[in-house]
């Protein structure tokens, strides 16, 4: 399958009928509707179907993919049409299972480190580990490996399974399953470090002083065997002392966390920015039916295992720069003056107090940075203190930021205060990390290759692309999961339910709201009332033109759904006062509903640049970079 099929390539189309016709709507695309070219289909209401156009605005059907009352049918036509590529063909399982069998070799060049106590910590259902952590103390600091996945052991550089890791990019996740970058008998097998089985690793070994400076660090190919494959849950009941787990394994997780807050002190005094985030998270029955999702803040255990990557992606990344490597590496510019001056002309419309810039040309890097950092620190104290704006402040200096991206040269990452930066940690769901990994091999005289230079920079800069457009498959995906749930809780419940909610994006139109725990949905300003409402000059809130009256960024706001369009993943609002029997209880499966743009996407597609714990999907462990 091509990246992107062309426009006459199949696409997802939903069945209807249009008075004695039978009509094609299409899914997840602009485009008219088409009728169904005679002979090659025979029509159900309310299927998702492929179809190619015939001639006219006749369209062929050449396969019907379900339902659309079922999610999974609904999300792999929004794989279709997005073009994101599907299964693996006969050359790359081959050599997949080739590989396989490689793995079964022995190979004398490793460091034997299977007597040294490991542990991996994944989500509940995930199938594939790609990193492991060891920890012990040393005298009065600490030794730390970060075992990492060696694929570059079993992919081979050019060959096919290479070729189409590249074309790929990175693995994208969905709620229900995940189109893996690597075929499954790599990604989720002989790769992945799973317990009590020996797997060939590139193992960095660091030594750390009782106040995480780092004293030393090494790197070289290694043979591990994991000994626990920890959940984030149960290493959260260790950490809050509440698991009755074995006194060593609680002793030595006791100990990891003390390290990873050690080194989160360290790299938070340089600089670092510390943002919150919420991903759904999404609950599986026994028949792997999606049944719930909860948003959920970062917890200790995501912190712990996120400490101990980004202490290995960096030390890799300075290991690279002082010997010139042909590198991928992860920039994050400063922000620009614009940016921050908005942001502290939108905290002072807020009422929280911001810090001093002195505007214009006069303001260096380090001074926009300082300001954007103070900003940070006064909109989560506000946040803290007066439970306003917990879920939309974080998105105010996201918006402040420019977007980080793969690239040939180091030049930094302001949002981690690091001199050099890169992707390490996850060669099994990104090709970044892949092309690392031989870099640093050849370096080391261990067996890598780098790229050559227009070649890398192709690589860097496609990676860029594919990341933007997963993300922006990943989003939708999640606002369709999210309005199948919704739709079935109001089934339950009933449509006059209230949910309380927090005002977390603007429009001219109206205001997005987050509600009921992971939900979003639009309130158009024209339900508020008779009084007209505009946007502040700064646009954080609506103000009434009578009355002056304010709907800020962050306030609180009970609202109760008016209509759920699931196919499209949008949600329409009333507020909870309000009575409209035309509009609650409609479920408008099929049609548009509301035509505002979703609110991640009015949130300038932020998510993305969003700091992330893992987010579990179909079963497939997912740790997005927080940059």
């Not at 402040?400 to 030049?411: E, I, V």
Request: hydrophobic fraction near 40%.
């Amino acid at each position: 399958m091509r990246d992107t099929p062309p426009p006459t390539g199949p696409r997802p189309y939903r069945v209807s009928r249009w008075g004695k016709f039978w009509s094609l709507e299409p899914l997840f695309a602009e485009g008219r509707p088409g009728l169904i070219a005679k002979g090659t289909y025979q029509p159900q209401t309310d299927d998702v179907v492929l179809a190619v156009s015939a001639r006219g605005n006749r369209l062929t059907v050449l396969e019907s993919l379900g339902s659309c009352e079922s999610l999974a049918t609904i999300l792999r036509a929004l794989v279709y049409a997005q073009g994101v590529r599907q299964g693996f063909g006969d050359e790359v399982t081959a050599a997949a299972a080739a590989a396989t069998e490689r793995g079964r070799l022995p190979d004398q060049d490793r460091r034997e480190l299977t007597a040294l106590a490991t542990f991996t910590i994944d989500p509940d259902a995930a199938r594939d580990f790609d990193d492991a952590i060891s920890v012990a103390r040393e005298g009065d600091g600490y030794r730390a490996h970060v075992h990492i996945a060696d694929v570059s052991y079993f992919v081979d550089a050019d060959g096919a399974i290479d070729d189409e890791a590249r074309r790929r990019t990175a693995s994208l996740y969905l709620p229900l399953w995940a189109e893996p970058m690597l075929p499954p008998t790599l990604s989720a097998d002989v790769c992945s470090l799973r317990p009590g089985q020996e797997r060939k690793c590139i193992t960095a070994e660091f030594t750390f002083a009782a106040d995480g400076t780092r004293t030393s660090v090494q790197f070289y190919r290694s043979l591990i065997k994991s000994d626990h494959r920890l959940t984030y849950g149960l290493v959260d009941e260790v950490l809050a002392g509440a698991d009755q787990q074995s006194d060593e394994l609680a002793a030595r997780l006791l100990l990891a966390w003390e390290l990873a807050g050690v080194l989160r002190r360290r790299r938070l005094a340089r600089g670092a920015l510390q943002i919150g985030s919420f991903e759904p998270e999404y609950r599986f029955d026994a028949a792997g039916q999606l049944i719930g999702a909860e948003a959920r803040p970062e917890s200790p255990s995501h912190s712990l295992v996120e400490e101990f990557m980004l202490a290995a992606n960096e030390a890799v990344a300075g290991y690279l720069i002082k010997r010139r490597a042909r590198a991928i590496y992860r920039v994050h510019a400063p922000p620009d003056a614009a940016g921050v001056e908005r942001l502290l002309a939108m905290m002072e419309e807020l009422g929280v107090p911001a810090p001093p810039l002195v505007a214009g040309e006069a303001s260096s890097s380090e001074q926009l940075g300082a300001a954007l950092r103070g900003a940070a620190e006064a909109l989560a104290r506000v946040g803290a203190a007066e439970r306003r704006g917990h879920l939309a402040f974080p998105h105010l200096v996201l918006r402040s930021l420019k977007q980080a991206f793969y690239g040939t040269r180091n030049l930094g990452h302001f949002g981690l205060a690091s001199p050099g930066y890169l992707h390490f940690t996850s060669p099994i769901r990104r090709y970044p990390d892949l092309a690392v990994h031989r870099a640093l091999l050849k370096h080391l005289g261990e067996g890598g290759d780098e790229l050559a230079e227009v070649e890398l920079a192709e690589v860097a800069e496609l990676c860029s692309q594919r990341e933007r457009a997963f993300a922006e498959v990943e989003r939708t995906a999640d606002d369709v999961a999210l309005a199948f749930l919704l739709e079935g809780t109001l089934r339950e419940r009933g449509w006059e339910s209230v949910f309380e909610g927090e005002v977390v994006g603007l429009v001219p139109g109206g205001v997005f709201v987050h509600f009921g725990g992971c939900y979003e949905g639009y309130l158009p300003v024209r339900a508020l009332g008779s009084e007209r409402f505009a946007l502040s000059a700064e646009g954080t809130a609506q103000v009434g033109e009578r009355s002056g009256s304010r709907l800020r960024l962050g306030d609180a706001m009970d609202v109760r759904v008016a209509r759920v369009d699931r196919l499209r993943g949008k949600v329409d609002l009333l507020p909870a006062a309000e009575s409209d029997e035309r509009g609650a209880g409609a479920s408008a499966a099929g049609r548009s509903g509301s035509r505002v743009t979703s609110p991640r996407r009015a949130r300038r597609d932020t998510r993305r640049r969003a700091p992330a714990g893992r987010r579990r999907s179909g079963g497939l462990t997912r740790r997005p970079s927080r940059w």
